[in-house]
């Protein structure tokens, strides 16, 4: 049927209005926008909501397609619609599309718009009628919803203000801004207290920006870079007041609007004409930051709605940055904690050369840890723990742990009788832990460790361990081996034996130690780690510390998942011109003839100002494994950093250092060999015991 049948275009649908004034009445009136289109798709009848709505007069309009009047609508897209509709005859509802009108040509607004076809009484098709309803409110509340709603999902994804400011400024560009920058003050991002933040000397640093055409103007800062806002300008402003506030860049432009580099000195970007908004971030009632978020025509100025929105946002991120605060206050404390329970200076060795490391993992400090004790007989005592948490507890425990290892290791115990003492600690510290009320569970407590004893003299190392990863060992021309050691149950459980096992050394060997975290890197493989420990042990001549750098001096270290203890040590044989040994018999004649044997070794050592004290001290000791051990007498010296005085014997009755009166005869002499010596002790071995004393090497005598 031709577009004819209407009657008259010009007369608003005369035609149909005059057998339905009434009905006709009521829809020109109607406050929602309605229009009549003929089979071409032409307006033939608009009502007044309609055209107030468009802004686009009722002339305008009838007898030409809606691309004709309104160019800035997806036209296209709108006429398929209503093509589809003339075609098939079923309605569309509801389908909502976006465009600027003649009134506000600056404001986008969104509009519900609803379809069907239009039939007369013998089925004839007679075109389209469209209802339209503004709903710009509720499209934008939907989309501040939407924009509130991905800010939350971020604050709760990370505790690193930079990934968080990162989303923030995902989340606003280009929804809410063209720009954005987020600055916090320096002092926060580490950990400190907000109170006072604004001294007058603090500075900002930035920690996002992004925008929709690059990095924006040109002088603005970087990412973790220093930046300050210029005395006076409106960001100063805002960050003394704590008030969120609009502007509006005038048309010759402005300087000093957004912060700048503090360091370089680089001029302040000249803002084109745009609008700005200043948003400061507020955390436990304090000014931590300011966020700027700025955006260009053709797109509408803020409102008051947008500032609403963008106070919210930052509102939310700002609890992010708080938590993060604290996390990083923690953290930072944690740390300190545990780098003052490591040990600070690892004492010098003639016979073992080491190097250390610790990495705390991006989650936080952990109880990880290690040793180098060195212990009687030139020995050398290599330890490394892992206990179980994060935190300034796990930290804590494990300077507890490290202070009992010491201690057991001066008693020149067996690694597999430590890891004994040191479990039964553990049960003791898990019951200090079981809450006395039985509806709390007790605080997560264990640890693992490795216990290695290295004698440079036999050139062999025991081992023991208690659930850690056994060590890998690499001698000159071998490749790298993880030894069978037994595992032992972890450091906690109780009731349950460790095992020792020996392995033989070269010179040169290599002994990594190693806590899991080194191989708990997120999303890779296990073995990953593990070859990249074969890797950098493969060259076992290079430098201990170029050793470690490879192993953790990585850049995806902050993805580890677990913090790292790593003690890389080589191996160094005592030769025969720096021990001597003699065996003596049960005899007090042979006491005489040992004190000879000492002095002629000393002198040949150029040692001859301790030649008096170690007679003394080979006198009194093998006096006392005559009198009373039995069996064989076997006397050594060895030459290291001290020098070490050791005799042998096969009893296991441990001496007893006791104070003589007066008028007695004997009682002496253990007293004498604990103020001639440096120190002095007992250590058992499978068939005797060794009391040792150690005396200084003068300075001036050359090693």
């Known amino acids: 049927m031709s577009s004819g049948s209407w009657g008259d275009r010009t007369s608003e649908g005369g035609e149909w209005q005059s057998g339905h004034s009434l009905v006709g009445q009521f829809l020109a009136r109607s406050p929602i926008g309605m229009a009549f289109m003929d089979t071409d ?84 098709v007679r075109g389209v009628c469209y209802m339209v309803l503004d709903v710009t409110d509720r499209w934008r509340a939907r989309e501040y919803l939407a924009l509130l709603s991905r800010a939350g999902a971020w604050t709760a994804r990370t505790l690193d203000v930079f990934s968080l400011a990162e989303g923030l400024a995902e989340v606003c560009v280009p929804d809410l801004a063209d720009l954005i920058t987020v600055d916090i003050f320096d002092s926060v991002l580490q950990g400190e207290s907000p109170d006072g933040a604004l001294s007058g000397v603090e500075r900002l640093r930035r920690v996002a920006r992004r925008g929709t055409d690059g990095d924006g103007p040109e002088g603005i800062a970087e990412v973790g870079r220093l930046v300050q806002f210029p005395l006076g300008s409106p960001g100063a402003q805002c960050l003394s007041d704590g008030t969120s506030r609009r502007e509006a860049v005038p048309a010759q432009g402005c300087a000093g609007w957004i912060a700048t580099d503090a360091l370089l000195g680089t001029a302040a970007p000249i803002l084109s004409p745009c609008a700005l908004m200043l948003v400061p971030v507020r955390a436990r009632g304090s000014v931590v930051g300011m966020t700027t978020l700025l955006r260009r025509a053709p797109r509408e100025a803020f409102d008051d709605d947008d500032l609403l929105v963008a106070d919210e946002i930052v509102g939310r991120a700002a609890l992010g940055v708080e938590s993060a605060r604290q996390f990083t206050r923690e953290r930072n404390t944690a740390l300190a904690l545990q780098r003052f329970l490591l040990p600070r200076r690892i004492a010098a060795q003639a016979t073992v050369e080491v190097a250390t490391r610790y990495l705390p993992s991006g989650g936080g400090v952990g109880g990880d840890w290690f040793d180098v004790i060195p212990l009687s007989g030139a020995r050398v005592a290599l330890v490394i723990g892992d206990v179980v948490g994060h935190g300034i507890n796990a930290a804590a425990s494990m300077g507890r742990l490290r202070t009992a290892v010491r201690t057991l290791a001066n008693l020149d115990l067996a690694p597999e009788e430590i890891l004994a003492h040191l479990d039964d600690l553990m049960l003791g510290l898990i019951a200090e832990e079981s809450p006395e009320d039985h509806g709390q569970a007790p605080s997560e407590l264990g640890a693992t460790c490795l216990y290695a004893v290295c004698d440079p003299v036999a050139l062999t190392c025991v081992m023991a361990r208690a659930g850690h990863p056994p060590p890998a060992v690499v001698g000159p021309d071998r490749p790298v081996v993880l030894p069978d050691l037994p595992a032992g149950p972890p450091l906690g459980l109780g009731g349950l034996p460790f095992e020792s096992a020996e392995i033989e050394l070269a010179e040169g060997t290599l002994l990594a130690l190693y806590t899991d975290g080194l191989f708990e890197v997120r999303g890779q493989d296990p073995d990953v780690g593990l070859a990249r420990l074969y890797a950098a042990l493969a060259s076992p001549d290079r430098p201990l510390e170029d050793m470690c750098g490879e192993l953790l001096d990585r850049p995806d270290a902050d993805g580890w998942d677990d913090d790292v203890a ?83 014997d096969s009893s296991n009755v441990s001496p007893r250092l006791r104070h003589a009166r007066t008028l007695d005869e004997g009682g002496r002499g253990l007293f004498l060999v604990a103020q001639l010596s440096r120190r002095w002790g007992t250590r058992y071995t499978t068939d005797g015991k060794i009391i040792w004393a150690e005396q200084e090497i003068p300075q001036n005598v050359v090693a």
């Open 41 to 124: 798709l032409r307006y033939v009848w608009i009502n007044d909501a309609l055209e107030q709505l468009g802004g686009v007069s009722r002339e305008e309009r009838l007898g030409k397609r809606l691309g004709d009047v309104l160019p800035r609508l997806d036209a296209v897209a709108i006429e398929s619609v209503l093509r589809e509709v003339l075609e098939t005859g079923r309605p569309a509802v509801d389908v909502e599309y976006h465009g600027r009108t003649r009134a506000e040509p600056d404001r986008e607004h969104a509009y519900s718009t609803s379809f069907f076809r239009l039939e007369d009484d013998s089925g004839g």
């Open 566 to 648: 790593l003690l890389i040590a080589r191996i160094h044989g005592l030769g025969a011109d720096r021990v001597t040994s003699w065996d003596l018999p049960s005899d007090p004649a042979a006491v005489s003839g040992a004190r000879a044997m000492a002095g002629r070794c000393l002198e040949a050592w150029g040692l001859s100002d301790l030649v008096f004290t170690t007679e003394l001290l080979v006198s009194e000791l093998v006096t006392n494994a005559i009198r009373y051990a039995s069996g064989p007498i076997r006397l050594r010296l060895i030459r290291e950093s001290v020098l070490t005085c050791e005799v042998f």
